[in-house]
């Protein structure tokens, strides 16, 4: 997702939306001048033209560098795999291979230990930096062997489900039958994996996420 969007950005760069196309097709040179709309600029469109570039390069290039600085690649994989296992619409149309291969993804990042660096402190009296163990957050094995009755379910009673209420179903109707698919469910709610919400998922990372966490 990350990766498609940077490479539409570039390609904004060099190439004129309808709405640009429409805005020039407006300018027009009479005796030398130039008017929009009938009213006179002052710059030469030429000029007007290279300001206008600058600042359009500018700007797409301060979005693809933002873009891949809120969201990692690793980030957009996992969010790209929950979709694959949780989001029925896309899991009806995903070859069950790649499904399997973002549990395989997702199992692999959430279901082992893992070491994490812990600050405490503050910027007045200083930070101290530690390294701390944290538990996985599921079992990758029983995770695998949940699958089934999951993908069973999307593919029958909960196929015409958006993934926030599918996710609503397996946290509240089947985290007994299902526990760690639940918690994926937990993650994916948090996240808000479909691109729809993707404005809504960078809100949300930053006030979880932020330069003190």
């Known amino acids: ?40 600029l002052k710059n030469h469109i030429e000029e007007i033209l290279s300001q206008f570039d600058t600042v359009r390069q500018n700007y797409l290039s301060n979005m693809a560098k933002n873009t ?32 399997k291969e973002a549990l395989k993804l997702l199992v692999e990042h ?20 530690t390294e701390q163990t944290v538990d996985k957050f599921l079992n990758g094995e029983e995770l695998n ?10 593919k029958g009673a909960y196929k015409n489900l958006s993934i926030q209420d599918f996710c609503m179903r397996l946290v509240t109707k089947h985290h007994e039958t299902s526990p760690n698919m639940a918690k994926l469910a937990v993650i994916a709610l948090c996240m808000q994996v479909t691109s729809v919400e993707c404005e809504r998922s960078f ?11």
């Open 203 to 213: 809100s949300t990372q930053n006030q979880i996420k932020s330069n003190f966490r």
């Open 145 to 154: 062997q949940e699958w089934p009755g999951v993908y069973g379910m999307i």
């Open 68 to 99: 891949k600085k809120r969201i990692p690649k690793v980030d957009s994989k996992i969010m790209l795999s929950l979709s694959q296992v949780l989001e029925p619409c896309v899991v009806n149309v995903t070859l069950v291979q790649e499904s």
């Open 110 to 129: 959430y279901g082992i230990d893992k070491v994490v660096k812990h600050t405490e402190g503050d910027l007045t009296v200083g930070t101290t930096q």
């Open 1 to 40: 997702m990350i990766d498609h969007t940077v490479s539409q950005l570039e390609f904004m760069k060099t190439t004129d939306g309808r709405g640009l196309s429409e805005i020039k097709a407006l300018i027009k040179v009479s005796d030398g001048k130039v008017f929009y709309k009938g009213e006179e």
